[in-house]
């Protein structure tokens, strides 16, 4: 009887402790994400991507929407005084001022990308991209922009948040 | 009855336990609580920003249209103009709307040089506001239309807010 009364007391204690650590992991380990960061990530995707398409390239007059779909298309036009390939040019300048001085200048981590997709396989034949620098990401916020190419069907232009 | 006593005081002691271990775990759960209510408010403080910068994104007095159909996330540059004139006129009229805030624009990329890279819309931080805990600022990623070049522009919009 005795016995029964100690293991009992000791099940108690143990159930105490197992409640006190369910207690630590929800409220110290698992800091939850909130709607408001995930709203921030995903609206500064949309905002990136829609003000960018939207603005003028220092190219031919084209803006970067026509710039991205000349490049799909294989164009032979080339842009800037080095006479870049329309490709390479979009990358470069996407790259450096645009990202650099926002989304990298405010330590966002995020992978820019541009592609289309096959329509025989249906894989995706990236265009251009810039990857994450260490490459994993829990969770990603993204915004895809939909574009129509002359000759390479649809192209869609996505950037994703980490966080 | 000796025995009986000691019984008693063991008893008791058990129970004397408990209740610190409950005592214990209350005032860690009411830590835990207190700094979970922080964050919250934080939070909310942060929204504002935010919420504020939706709002100037959608504002007709700074907003592009093309045919008068509003183009999304476009700042239109003489609309700025009129609105940094007006809110010299009447301070108290764009306050309603901005509050106690500093909004401007960095212009990060353009096609046609523009005349300054960094346009400033409304309001100033006070540098010494003894009561602000701490300064916020609200990064939106817009296109900037200049209707005289006709050119769009890549550019950032900037809102600052004083958090007490």
Redesign the interface.
Known sequence: MKAQMEILGLAFVIM?IAV?ML?VIK??LMPSE?P?QD??RT??AY??I???L?????CA?M?FRDLLIACADGSEVTCGDTLDPVCTYAAN?IKD??LT??LDA?EFEYEFDAYTIDSVSSDEISIFSNPLSNGECDEWKSARFPLQTQTAGTMFVELKMCG | MRRSQIKMGENIAVIFIFFILVAGGLMFYMNIKQRLIQDKFREQQDLMAIELAQKILNLPDLQCTKDNVPVPNCIDSMKIDAVVARAEEDPVGYFRVFGPTEVGIDIIYAAVDPPQNEIHIYGTLDEACPDCTRTLTANMPVTLYSPIQGSYSFAVLKVGVQLR
């Open positions: 105490f006190g207690f409220f110290v909130s408001r709203f921030t609206q500064l905002n990136t829609n003000a960018l939207h603005t003028d390239s220092e007059g803006s300048t001022p645009i001085s926002t405010w």
